[in-house]
């Protein structure tokens, strides 16, 4: 049997009981697949992180869920550079990073009062229109066609991952979604692995621009993320596509999160217009939790 450090770091929250917990390795590079899909499924967060050394970046990171590997993972890429960082482990404030999405340039930032703050670059927004049954879709969060929002689309969307993006007409319905993950990949059939992403323009704080919550797909193992990054960064580009119908200069949105979960948090979005798209950045900081030692096989 071989022992493996996990050290468990919170994402776009600076409270250990708030914000997206992750999973972090520090030296995956002596691990499997096998290895590291055991150690994600035996952590159990939506994601845990591996850091490997890189030929084409300064460093790499892989994604697991409990279910299978990510190509990117907002909040433990956050929750990966606050650790190297606070760790001592990672002098550079900018540098690459390879992931299965691309090489993506972050910058690390201290704040006024100290802490890291990381800026992860996106790959190019995407959006394809879905073309499934809106009640179906409704339903399969325990919702009805009325609590739709059928003034704006619904629309697949991916800055490194694909998530359905689901327009809700009022704050009231996010405490009575119930999902039904299973039922996903029926409804879902132009992405069957898509996850789905529900969000509305009311917020519970004032300073907050968007409310979303986020559904997994049944494949990854888990029911829902509380703070999830690389959803926020795309509905940042849904913002500037669909509801300002497209922008000139770079706009800064504030995306609120996990409120029904009890672990609320907060992402920073930017949105850049650029080549005829839009350059997403989303930031955020996190925290030390605990860390812990998994047990696993050592072939």
């Not at 132009?190 to 968007?210: K, L, Q, V, W």
Request: hydrophobic share 40%.
């Amino acid at each position: 049997m071989k022992q493996v450090t996990v050290y468990q770091y919170n994402a776009f929250s600076r409270l250990p009981d708030k914000g997206n917990p992750a999973g972090v390795v520090l030296d995956a590079d002596d691990l499997t697949d096998i290895q590291m899909l055991e150690i994600a499924r035996r952590v159990g967060f939506n994601e845990t992180s591996f850091i490997v050394k890189s030929e084409v970046a300064d460093l790499r990171i892989r994604y697991f869920t409990p279910g299978h590997e990510m190509n990117l993972c907002g909040h433990a890429t956050v929750a990966s550079l606050y650790a190297l960082t606070t760790r001592g482990l990672l002098s550079l404030e900018d540098l690459k990073l390879e992931t299965k999405a691309g090489l993506l340039p972050m910058q690390i930032r201290l704040s006024e009062s100290g802490f890291p703050i990381i800026t992860m670059q996106q790959s190019p927004a995407q959006f394809v229109v879905f073309d499934g049954k809106l009640d179906e879709l409704a339903a399969s969060i325990g919702l009805t066609l009325e609590d739709l929002d059928l003034q704006k689309p619904t629309v697949y969307g991916s800055t490194g991952i694909w998530t359905l993006l689901v327009p809700i007409k009022e704050l009231g319905a996010f405490q009575r979604m119930v999902p039904n993950n299973i039922q996903f990949p029926e409804v879902l059939r132009g992405m069957p692995r898509a996850s789905i992403h529900p969000f509305c323009m009311e917020t519970y704080d004032p300073a907050a621009d968007m409310h979303a919550r986020h559904f997994s797909s049944p494949y990854s193992g888990t029911i829902e993320d509380p703070v999830t990054g690389t959803a926020s960064g795309v509905m940042g580009a849904y913002y500037a596509t669909y509801i300002r119908n497209g922008i000139d200069e770079p706009i800064q949105l504030v995306v609120e999160q996990g409120h029904e979960m009890e672990r609320e948090g907060q992402v920073e979005v930017t949105v850049t217009p650029a080549d005829n798209n839009y350059e997403v950045t989303i930031s955020g900081s996190g925290v030390y939790v605990k860390e812990f030692q998994i047990e696993i096989t050592s072939v």
